[in-house]
């Protein structure tokens, strides 16, 4: 979904993924947090894990309000439609909606089988070639 210009610097990405014991793993989604950030298409990126890790992801939806955040768009880093990204989710935006009445929350689409990622997954089976 296309967001007009006037409302960038009012709407979060907020890029959530599972959390890991392993500090390299997490740092993974801190770099795309930047890559993002860098686009300039939202007025706030933040990051927020499920478990394991901090920020979590109330903490992470804190952060954008903070920021003056009218909208969030939490966007799933996760290639599967599990538990986590069906109810989990859900059950956090129907939280956030309710303790933040004047912000709109959405959770977007995971990553899943979207078309880009057949490119990605051909780079790295030839990149082992």
């Known amino acids: 979904m296309e967001t007009p210009s006037s409302d960038l ?3 979060a990405a907020l890029l959530i993924a599972h959390g890991s014991r392993r500090a390299e793993a997490n740092a993974d989604l801190v770099k795309l947090a930047e890559m993002v950030r860098a686009t300039n298409r939202f007025g706030i990126v933040e990051i927020a894990y499920l478990e394991l890790a901090e920020p979590d992801i109330p903490t992470g939806a804190a952060n954008c309000v903070s920021q003056g955040a009218e909208r ?3 966007m799933p880093y996760f290639l599967s439609a599990g ?3 069906r109810n989990d989710l859900t059950e956090f ?3 956030f909606q309710e303790q933040y009445p ?3 929350v959405e959770v977007c689409e995971h990553l899943g ?3 880009k990622l057949v ?3 051909i780079e790295r089976l030839t990149d082992s070639v």
């Open 113 to 115: 089988l979207h078309p």
């Open 83 to 85: 538990v986590h990204v």
């Open 102 to 104: 004047g912000v709109t």
């Open 119 to 121: 490119d990605v997954v």
């Open 93 to 95: 935006q129907q939280q």
């Open 9 to 11: 610097s009012r709407t």
């Open 72 to 74: 969030i768009l939490m």
